[in-house]
């Protein structure tokens, strides 16, 4: 991506942690990530892959060892924290106890020196923006868990920064409230046109959301895409097995096909077009619904289990050693039994070839 063209710009930052017990992590690894301007970017990976770190190094709330960050192209790595047009909402939401809501939104703008009836105007404003108009004299106390997430939001988006960075934002929220907030945020994105960074280890999440999703391992970025291409076209075993859930195979690959033990040869269109340039031994990763059982009394594979999952038909067989899961919408489908023999087949373009 053209630096320019990018809200935020990290470049090879890596950060090192010496540990109480006299060890090393490596937090971040040289870290690179261009962030398209008012764009949702999602950053997805385990627990302690660094994910916090690069917020934190984003915000100033931490330096990094080496690397440059950029905001619309200038240097904001040496900058003071509140030098930086960067807004930060915690996991913890951080709100004061002893100040009302209205309070907890104005005081980052008293700080700015931002005169009076623009405050009030602007507070008013963001209560509006997440739905909380009228609530404006409460304590924190006085709020559930999901209308303190908002007021934290609020108070975030009253300073309008060029970039709001969000940390598991919305771990703290049941799985039900979680989805509305999630629809809530992107639409905020959406109308505030500020360029958002959400950090998230629930994959669900990440693709719900994300215009683009970066995904970390151990300190790295090992992809970063669109959440269905990331999702269809994983590059690493890794990734696959992170999102979603992946039948990684192992064959032989050539002019033909591929060749996978015990299921035979896989056709080449059934390989997405561009691993032309593979040849060998390889890894393929397939994806649940691109696999198809049908029973066949010669089949080669044997079902092992059937269970119903979100309204599909999740089937597993065995073909000797290798194991194969096949998800299918259940509506309409006549369900293979356990024992029952089947023949294994792939969606056309289906299989992508995977790093170890
Ligand atoms: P994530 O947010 O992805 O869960 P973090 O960025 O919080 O991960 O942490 C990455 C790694 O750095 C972890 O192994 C964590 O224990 C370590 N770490 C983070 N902050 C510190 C610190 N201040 N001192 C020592 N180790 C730290
Ligand atoms: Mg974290």
Same mark, same amino acid.
Do not use: V, W
């Given at each position: 991506m053209d630096a320019s063209a990018s809200a935020l710009s990290v470049r090879d930052v890596t950060k090192t942690f010496h540990t109480p017990e006299g060890g090393l992590v490596?937090?971040?690894?040289s870290v690179s990530l261009d962030i398209a301007e008012g764009s949702f970017m999602v950053l997805l990976g385990p627990?302690?892959?660094?994910k916090t770190t690069l917020l934190r190094c984003i915000a100033g709330l931490e330096s990094p060892d080496s690397g440059q960050i950029a905001l619309r192209g200038q240097r904001i790595d040496d900058m003071p924290v509140w030098r930086r047009r960067v807004n930060t909402v915690f996991q913890s939401y951080a709100?004061?106890?002893?100040?009302t809501v209205a309070q907890n939104i104005a005081f980052g703008l008293q700080m700015d020196k931002v005169p009076g009836d623009i405050i009030k105007v602007k507070v008013e404003e963001s209560l509006d923006m997440v739905h #909380?108009?009228?609530?404006?004299?409460?304590?924190?106390?006085?709020?559930s868990g999901g209308q303190q997430q908002r007021v934290a939001l609020a108070r975030a988006l009253a300073k309008e920064p060029e970039v709001l960075l969000l940390d598991e934002p919305l771990s703290a929220l049941d799985l039900k409230l979680r989805r509305g907030m999630q629809s809530e945020l992107k639409r905020l994105q959406r109308e505030t046109s500020i360029t958002f960074v959400l950090v998230t280890h629930d994959q669900d999440e990440a693709m719900a959301m994300g215009d683009q999703v970066a995904v970390f391992n151990a300190g790295r970025i090992v992809q970063v895409g669109e959440p269905r291409e990331v999702y269809l076209r994983p590059r690493s075993r890794f990734v696959a097995d992170f999102i979603g859930e992946a039948n990684v195979l192992t064959g032989v690959l050539d002019t033909f096909g591929l060749v996978v033990e015990s299921l035979g040869l896989v056709p080449r269109?059934? #390989?997405?077009?561009?691993?032309?340039a593979a040849s060998g031994r390889v890894h393929v990763a397939v994806r649940p619904e691109n696999v198809s059982l049908q029973i066949d009394p010669v089949g080669t594979a044997k079902v092992t289990d059937v269970s119903y999952v979100g309204g599909d038909m999740r089937v597993e067989a065995l073909a000797s050693a290798v194991s194969i899961v096949s998800r299918v919408p259940s509506q309409g489908v006549q369900p293979p039994r356990i024992g029952d023999r089947v023949s294994i087949s792939f969606a056309e373009g289906s299989l992508t070839v995977v790093a170890d």
């Open positions: 490596h937090a971040l690894d627990s302690g892959c660094g709100l004061f106890p002893h100040m #909380l108009s009228g609530l404006g004299s409460r304590k924190p106390s006085q709020l269109d059934r #390989l997405i077009a561009d691993t032309d």
